[in-house]
C-alpha cells in the first residue's frame, strides 16, 4: 500500500531547517545554511513567527480627513529651560495640510498657546505660541514635491529651530516674556477632528500624504500601539519595514517543545 511505501523512504530532508520553520502563514521561510532560516513576513505582519499584525507601527498614510490622537503625556511641556524635540519624516503632493497639532483641549473655545507643524501653500511651516506671539518658521522650498523629507523641530522656551533634510537649519523666537508652552490637549498627528475650530482658523486642510518614523524627544513613537484614538488611517506600503528574523532550527525546536509543555 501506499503508506508502506512512503515509510521507506525519508519523509524530511534533514539538512533544510525550513522543515522545522515557524515562520508561519504570514512568514516565508529561506534557508540560510543547513541549520538556520530566515523569516521574510509579509507586508503588515513582524515578529520572530511573523504572527504580529502591525499595518502603521512606524509608518501611517492620512487621507485629508484622517488623524492619529497621541496622550499628551508622550510630549510633556514642564520647564522652558530643556530641549524639546519633534521629528519625522513624510512626503506629500498636497500644498496644505496639518501635520501635527497640541493645543488645549477642544472644550477651550480660544486658540491660547499652541505647538503646529502644517504645510501651508507648498512651504513647511513651524508655529509656536506660548502667550506673548507666536513664532513661525517657513522653510524657503516648498516641501509638497511628492518626495521624503525628514523634519526635526526644536524648542527651548521662546527659542525654536526647524531642519528639514540638510537644508540650513533656520532658527525663530516667539514674542514677549512668556517661555512656557501651556498646553494640556492631546497631541494630533496628520489632522485635527473640527480642524478650524480646533485650531482658531489657522488651518483648512488636514495632511494627505505618509508620516512615518514620529520621534517626540528622542522616543520613537509605535503609532499603532500609542495611539489612543485616530480615523481613518491606513498603512504607508512604502515605508513598510521589510523585517528579515534570523533563526536557527534548533532554537525554534526547543521553543515549540516548550510551548507545548
Ligand atoms: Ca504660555
Same mark, same amino acid.
Given at each position: 500500500?501506499?503508506?508502506?511505501?512512503?515509510?521507506?523512504?525519508?519523509?524530511?530532508?534533514?539538512?533544510?531547517?525550513?522543515?522545522?520553520?515557524?515562520?508561519?502563514?504570514?512568514?516565508?521561510?529561506?534557508?540560510?545554511?543547513?541549520?538556520?532560516?530566515?523569516?521574510?513576513? !509579509?507586508?503588515?505582519?513582524?515578529?520572530?513567527?511573523?504572527?504580529?499584525? !502591525?499595518?502603521?507601527?512606524?509608518?501611517?498614510? @492620512?487621507?485629508?480627513?484622517? @488623524?492619529?490622537?497621541?496622550?499628551?503625556?508622550?510630549?510633556?511641556?514642564?520647564?522652558?529651560?530643556?530641549?524639546?524635540?519633534?521629528? @519625522? !519624516?513624510?512626503?506629500?503632493?498636497?500644498?496644505?495640510?496639518?501635520?501635527?497639532?497640541?493645543?488645549?483641549?477642544?472644550?477651550?473655545?480660544?486658540?491660547?498657546? @499652541?505647538?503646529?507643524?502644517?504645510?501651508?501653500?507648498?512651504?513647511?511651516?513651524?508655529?509656536?505660541?506660548?502667550?506673548?506671539?507666536?513664532?513661525?518658521?517657513?522653510?524657503?522650498?516648498?516641501?509638497?514635491?511628492?518626495?521624503?523629507?525628514?523634519?526635526?523641530?526644536?524648542?527651548?522656551?521662546?527659542?525654536?529651530?526647524?531642519?528639514?533634510?540638510?537644508?540650513?537649519?533656520?532658527?525663530?523666537?516667539?514674542?514677549?516674556?512668556?517661555?512656557?508652552?501651556?498646553?494640556?490637549?492631546?497631541?494630533?498627528?496628520?489632522?485635527?477632528?473640527?480642524?478650524?475650530?480646533?485650531?482658531?482658523?489657522?488651518?483648512?486642510?488636514?495632511?494627505?500624504?505618509?508620516?512615518?518614523?514620529?520621534?517626540?524627544?528622542?522616543?520613537?513613537?509605535?503609532?499603532?500601539?500609542?495611539?489612543?484614538?485616530?480615523?481613518?488611517?491606513?498603512?504607508?506600503?512604502?515605508?513598510?519595514?521589510?523585517?528579515?528574523?534570523?533563526?536557527?532550527?534548533?532554537?525554534?525546536?526547543?521553543?515549540?517543545?516548550?510551548?507545548?509543555?
Amino acid at each position: 500500500m501506499n503508506e508502506a511505501i512512503y515509510g521507506c523512504f525519508p519523509v524530511a530532508n534533514v539538512t533544510d531547517p525550513c522543515l522545522a520553520s515557524s515562520c508561519g502563514i504570514n512568514g516565508a521561510c529561506v534557508a540560510t545554511n543547513a541549520t538556520h532560516y530566515e523569516c521574510r513576513c !509579509k507586508l503588515y505582519y513582524d515578529g520572530p513567527n511573523c504572527d504580529q499584525f !502591525k499595518p502603521i507601527e512606524h509608518a501611517a498614510r @492620512f487621507d485629508g480627513d484622517a @488623524f492619529i490622537e497621541l496622550s499628551a503625556d508622550e510630549f510633556p511641556h514642564l520647564t522652558s529651560e530643556k530641549d524639546e524635540v519633534i521629528a @519625522f !519624516k513624510f512626503k506629500t503632493k498636497q500644498p496644505n495640510g496639518l501635520l501635527l497639532w497640541q493645543g488645549q483641549r477642544p472644550t477651550v473655545a480660544q486658540i491660547e498657546d @499652541f505647538i503646529s507643524v502644517g504645510i501651508v501653500n507648498g512651504h513647511l511651516h513651524y508655529s509656536y505660541e506660548l502667550g506673548g506671539g507666536a513664532a513661525h518658521l517657513v522653510s524657503e522650498e516648498r516641501v509638497d514635491d511628492g518626495k521624503e523629507h525628514r523634519v526635526r523641530f526644536e524648542r527651548r522656551g521662546r527659542r525654536g529651530l526647524m531642519q528639514i533634510d540638510n537644508w540650513p537649519e533656520l532658527r525663530g523666537v516667539s514674542s514677549g516674556i512668556l517661555a512656557m508652552l501651556n498646553v494640556d490637549g492631546n497631541i494630533f498627528i496628520g489632522g485635527v477632528p473640527n480642524l478650524e475650530s480646533s485650531t482658531g482658523g489657522l488651518f483648512k486642510h488636514n495632511f494627505v500624504g505618509c508620516v512615518a518614523d514620529v520621534e517626540l524627544n528622542g522616543i520613537k513613537l509605535d503609532l499603532m500601539a500609542t495611539a489612543i484614538d485616530g480615523k481613518n488611517v491606513k498603512p504607508c506600503d512604502e515605508w513598510m519595514l521589510n523585517k528579515r528574523w534570523l533563526k536557527s532550527r534548533r532554537r525554534s525546536q526547543r521553543e515549540s517543545a516548550w510551548r507545548i509543555v
